[in-house]
């Protein structure tokens, strides 16, 4: 059973390195317009056997119930490894044989990403990463099993994921994809976002932002 698995945090808590640019509302409007963009995409994917959505918030729980995926509803916020690890410990046990993680900030994410990902038919014991546009962080993580190795979400990912792989005796192949790799977390990442100009939820709300406008204008 191949399982998509998407961590999201509380949108009112969200964003936090955009705290001097955006205000708490604006920061709250781009996290539901990045997951709706993803929440296309994973909705036009044909390949997860089933979807299944961790967060602590009541708002995005219903929003993943109403799109008809399964939810681990967590009492309170954790980190996004111990998310993914004890979701993918439990995801396993029900039958799941690879696990891929994305994120909810990436809203670049075509339904075809997800199928390419998913189709390469993964075997055990082996696990791919999709590195984010700087080449440090893990923007995607496909596993089989599941819990092959630990999660490291956070600075400097890519490669501690690529340790953690190598202690379990775990083979990793690293794939690019310029979708996958545009998170957006700073100021940088929204402009080379907005330059881009595509067809999405996102993309219509940043031009609204007066930090977008008066970097364009200027």
């Known amino acids: 059973m191949k399982v ?9 808590n969200a964003k936090q390195r955009l705290t001097s640019q955006l205000s708490p509302d604006q920061r709250r409007n781009l996290v539901w317009a990045m ?55 439990l995801l396993q046990s029900q039958g799941a044989s690879a696990l891929l993680r994305l994120p909810a900030d990436i809203p670049l994410l075509q339904a075809k990403d997800i199928d390419s990902l998913l189709n390469l038919e993964l075997q055990p014991g082996s696990a791919i990463l999709v590195p984010s546009h700087d080449q440090t962080g893990t923007n995607a993580l496909l596993r089989n099993p599941p819990g092959a190795f630990p999660s490291r979400f956070g600075e400097n990912s890519l490669s501690l994921h690529q340790k953690e792989a190598g202690e379990k005796g775990v083979q990793c192949t690293i794939i690019q994809n310029p979708r996958i790799a545009l998170d957006l977390d700073e100021l940088p990442d929204l402009l080379r976002f907005h330059s881009l100009k595509s067809q999405t939820q996102t993309a219509e709300l940043l031009e609204q932002f007066d930090c977008i406008q008066e970097t364009s204008l200027g």
């Open 35 to 89: 997951l709706q963009d993803v929440t296309r995409s994973v909705c036009q994917s044909t390949t997860p056997d089933r979807v299944v959505v961790v967060s602590s918030s009541e708002s995005v729980i219903h929003h993943a119930i109403h799109h008809g995926w399964d939810v681990i509803q967590e009492t309170e916020q954790v980190s996004e490894s111990e998310s993914v690890d004890s979701s993918a410990q």
């Open 4 to 12: 998509v698995l998407i961590p999201v945090k509380n949108p009112n």
